[in-house]
């Protein structure tokens, strides 16, 4: 099984990014997806989290701005980010929960989030 991440780049303040994580490989079933993100010198944080069956949480520092969703078919989860700061300057990395056929977690290559104008 692997999580392959993509949407990373160089965006301005005010910009938008949408990330996608596609998993892959012998699934049976995946239960909760999430993104995190690490700044250098920081501890990587939870950005957003979503269920099976889409219920969502998000960090206090992305509530408004960013939106993760999911589709299920495609086993692929994604993070529309808007209004970006410098602050959301970061790794962002996918993480899922698969079942192949035990379940286990899996974390995604991470992608570079620069925003900077």
């Known amino acids: 099984v692997q999580l392959q991440a993509s949407g990373g780049g160089l965006v301005q303040p005010g910009g938008s990014l949408r990330l996608s994580c596609a998993a892959s490989?012998?699934?049976?079933?995946?239960?909760?997806m999430r993104w995190f993100r690490q700044a250098p010198g920081k501890q990587r944080e939870l950005v957003a989290d979503?269920?099976?069956?889409?219920?969502?949480t998000y960090a206090d520092s992305v509530k408004g701005r960013f939106t993760i969703s999911r589709d299920n078919a495609k086993n692929t989860v994604y993070l529309q980010m808007n209004s970006l700061k410098a602050e959301d300057t970061a790794v962002y990395y996918c993480?899922?929960?698969?079942?192949?056929?035990?379940?286990?977690?899996?974390w995604g290559q991470g992608t570079q989030v620069t925003v900077s104008s």
């Open positions: 993480y899922a929960v698969i079942s192949a056929p035990v379940p286990r977690t899996y």
């Open positions: 979503i269920s099976r069956g889409g219920s969502t």
């Open positions: 490989g012998s699934i049976v079933g995946i239960g909760a």
